[in-house]
């Protein structure tokens, strides 16, 4: 990480995703956030980045602050460069 990077791009996107999401229910954020349970399991333990469209929904419903919002899409960024955006059945074959 360089000085400057904002900080939290040494974690993982799931990892911010957990952070953000604190003590509420997986449950409840999806519900809010118009995302499949089972889906955000696979973004919240960094098998798959969220598309933009499910990250940016993700986000909005855990009220990240705009520091946050920048290291996610950045993470998830460099998640899908890294090519593990790949379909699992994909990814396991």
Do not use: I
């Not at 990480?1 to 911010?16: I, V």
């Not at 519900?31 to 089972?38: K, L, M, N, Q, T």
């Not at 499910?54 to 419903?61: C, E, G, N």
């Amino acid at each position: 990480m360089k000085p400057t990077d904002p900080p939290g791009l040494g974690q993982s996107l799931g990892q911010l995703l957990a952070r953000l999401r604190g003590y509420r229910s997986k449950a409840d954020l999806c519900r809010s956030a118009g995302v499949d349970p089972s889906v955000y399991s696979r973004y919240e333990s960094d098998e798959r980045p969220p598309p933009t469209d499910d990250l940016w929904r993700l986000l909005s419903a855990l009220d990240a602050e705009n520091a946050d919002r920048l290291v996610a899409f950045e993470l998830a960024a460099s998640a899908r460069a890294a090519g593990r955006d790949r379909p699992l059945e994909a990814a396991n074959g």
